[in-house]
């Protein structure tokens, strides 16, 4: 397994809209295995291709009880909703506090290259949103509310 270099914010990558998977290949394999590598590495527990400069719809997540792997997911159904502070490997000493739904039906393709659903609550279902948001360019810093954007160019001063 390889440690794969974190794409840092501002990095152009991170804005773009990642292309779809078309196959599960040796290559998607790989890249699943050493993200997980690499998102273990630094702490994380969720990480997205494009974090580590692969424009494609791939996202994992491991809570410790196991790691989610996931091509082209799609979140299907919401519900509910929950407030958290979020963080991003992409995004070193910055947290946002972010409302989403509470739990969440996600379906993609597993690393096996089958089809799959599934349901997820709580902090789980808000990594994977997180990691969603990742693969259409969309980053913590955008639901930060203006007052919070101020604080962060007081702080860089
Ligand atoms: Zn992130």
Redo the contacts with the bound molecule.
Sequence with gaps: MELLDIKKYPAKILRKRCSPVEEITEKEKRLFEDMLFTMRHFG?I???AP?VGVSKRLIIADMGEGAIKLANPEIVEIKGTDKME??????PDIKVEIERPYEIIIRGVDAKGDSIELKAEALIARVLQ??V??LDGK??VDYAGLLERFKWKLRKK
């Design positions: 994380g969720g990480l997205a974090q979020e963080g991003c490997l992409s995004i997180h990691e948001d990742h980053l913590i």
